[in-house]
């Protein structure tokens, strides 16, 4: 069976954990394609990244009904129909705020261009930076940040700043017209309804490892 086109779901009714999900398949299929595999499985699928087939299947299944009969899913096919899904069928066009160690990370990783993502400007309040360009990339004063995201047509911002500045450069990019914000400081900022926000927390997913391990300690 060819995967359908059914209406979107509603983004409030998808559990958050499956998306997240869903961007490891995305992944583990590109895995599978670039080893030579035209065709997958759920029970492939979940055992390489530690789930069970019937939560693949489940997954997958708040969207529409995908793979073939005796086949299981093809590999280019679930790619392309993940990628619709998450919306990186397309280019966004992103700046990044704060170009310190993170930043200058952040700018040289080339996974963002694969997976659809353009980073066309960067921002900092050090003067000595302003000008200077990081893998093509110009860095611009805070200060002609909504002039240049009104120019380059910027749809998403990347938050690389100290906690104490996370929520004034949020509210900038707010201001500017972003619809989605990636936080990296370690803080919650807050956003007005419309735009959508994902943190990420390095010291917490560390946090997560070491619960896993410190309890596993524990049992032995």
């Known amino acids: 069976m060819s995967p359908t086109n ?32 035209e065709t997958t499985s759920s029970s492939q699928l979940g055992r390489r990244l530690g789930f ?63 997976q659809g993502f353009r980073l066309v400007a960067a921002f900092d309040a050090d003067s000595s930076k302003i000008g200077s360009k990081i893998e093509g990339v110009e860095i611009h004063a805070l200060e002609s940040l909504a002039e240049v995201m009104s120019t380059q047509q910027i749809e998403l911002g990347v938050v690389a700043v100290p906690a104490a500045e996370a929520q004034a450069v949020t509210d900038q990019l707010v201001a500017a017209g972003v619809g989605g914000i990636v936080n990296f400081a370690p803080v919650t900022v807050t956003v007005p309804e419309g735009v959508c926000k994902v943190g990420v927390d390095l010291a917490r997913e560390l946090e997560q490892v070491t619960f896993a391990l410190a309890n596993r300690l524990r049992e032995t």
């Open 6 to 37: 059914p209406p979107p779901p509603d983004p409030t009714s998808v559990p958050p954990a499956v998306v997240h999900r869903l961007s490891l398949y995305l992944r583990e299929l590109r895995h599978q394609m670039a080893d030579g595999n």
């Open 52 to 114: 069970t087939d019937a939560q693949v299947r489940k997954d997958l299944a708040h969207f529409g009904q995908f793979g073939h009969p005796g086949v299981g899913y093809r590999c280019d096919e679930l790619v392309e129909a993940i990628r619709k899904i998450l919306g990186t069928d397309r280019e966004w066009r992103v700046a990044l705020v704060g170009v310190g160690n993170l930043g200058r990370a952040l700018l040289g990783y080339r996974g963002f261009h694969q």
